[in-house]
DNA sequence: GGCGATAGCTCTTGATCAAATAGTATCAGT
DNA sequence: ACTGATACTATTTGATCAAGAGCTATCGCC
């Protein structure tokens, strides 16, 4: 559950020792989102929030409007924030959006790739099948994300990596109490070798058409979901 | 100066009427930085900005920590808020991923692609070309963005367009102060034509080439300005 | 004369408070 | 019994305040 990844703006700072009240508060908000601990549409009352986590009122309102910048969170007028809630087009966009940053790094990469960047992925990929083979859901997603990470820090653009896994946490915070069918997740270990086999071959167009249609089967699989979803 | 597209979270709302004391002092503020009416590393202070701007310190806690997650502004702890600085990297990869982004559009949109999008483009650029030769900087910079936001609405993914439109913002909030060379400007006009002749044909490869020479270019010129400015 | 410590000022930060607004429940009238 | 208005409660919103941290400038010391 260690995020290898911090995508925060201060990230700057040595560790993640926060030490605001408010940035305590908006990590832990943050984290209590993106685990979904709170579901898309709940209330986050600054109240309730306060007494909870031990803090006063007045950090958690600027936590709760650094997290509506960060696009998490949302505040009406006199009504108060929410857990930004997530409809069938804002899904599919974020996850089309994901497959083009991915294509991105790994055009970008593959000009950088070293035996030992392979290997690491390979390890990785490894890391996801025994995760599956052992029924470890939670560990699975997690190896999956930190596969796919690993590889956008590949293609050497900062920016693209923040964004994509922005995304990747958004769109996970929806499905977390969801599971993938176990076909697919067999399907996903092998997409990986392939997409490594691919990128060791230099490749490019075999990669693309990898992550093309994994983007089509995974799309698939949200609408789905998010059609018999109200949101 | 009138923004087609807003990249507001709350723009479901009827107009940009913001009700709220946050939101107007927010929209100000951002106005100011994307303007370059405030140059990155200055100091943004809520007393000062309070009594400019009419309104009570409270209001400007709350706009600028939302400005913070938007990552315009950072804050330290007990430094107080500032105007994002821009370093070479983040700008380079700013404007490297939006060209994937615009690349991307381009895809997705030619599928889409009608008469009246085609006339609609023609125009933009038709009205940057006569800007750049009416010698008006800034309206020719708010026509390009016009007419790049409106290939990235073609395009159809909302993510995206939001994501462009914050990396094209920042990009230009930094280089407002700083001019395009008269023969760059030119060309850029033609390679908005040549562009459009390429999706009229549906030739993707002509179109990416553009785009990529369009971006070996504009990075050219960054990496130029960066690495005299110790930002 | 130069360097370091201390005092003072500015600004942030967290807390409390009053007013306004939205949502809820109660009550009266038909 | 059902609909409508009204009062109440809960929560946000904007303001003020005390305490703490950081910066600056003055002063003393080497």
Redesign the pocket.
């Known amino acids: 559950m260690i995020n290898i990844l911090r995508m925060e703006d201060e990230a700057t700072l040595p560790a993640d020792s926060a030490v605001?009240?408010?940035d305590q508060v908006t990590n832990l908000i943050r984290e209590d989102i993106l685990a979904g601990r709170v579901t898309p549409g709940e209330?986050?009352?600054?109240?309730?929030l306060?007494k909870r986590l031990g803090?006063?009122?007045?950090?958690l309102?600027?936590a709760l409007r650094k997290l509506e910048g960060e696009g998490l969170v949302s505040?009406?007028?006199?009504?108060?924030?929410t857990v930004r809630k997530l409809d069938s087009s804002y899904v599919t966009d974020l996850f089309e959006l994901n497959t083009e940053l991915r294509i991105f790094a790994v055009r970008s990469g593959m000009r950088k790739l070293t035996l030992e960047r392979i290997r690491e992925l390979e390890a990785l990929a490894e890391d996801y099948r025994s995760q599956i083979d052992a029924g470890r859901d939670t560990e699975a997603i997690e190896s999956n994300r930190r596969f796919n990470a690993r590889i956008m820090e590949f293609g050497g653009n900062q920016e693209a990596l923040r964004v994509f896994l922005r995304g990747w946490d958004t769109i996970f915070a929806f499905r977390r109490n969801y599971r993938y069918g176990a076909g697919r997740r067999k399907i996903m270990a092998e997409e990986m070798t392939l997409l490594i086999d691919a990128m060791r071959r230099h490749d490019m167009a075999a990669a693309e058409s990898i992550l093309r249609m994994q983007n089509a089967a995974v799309m698939d699989d949200l609408i789905a979901r998010l059609s018999h979803e109200s949101t």
């Open positions: 605001n009240s408010v209330r986050l009352k600054t109240s309730e306060a803090f006063s009122t007045m950090p309102r600027e505040i009406e007028p006199n009504r108060g924030a």
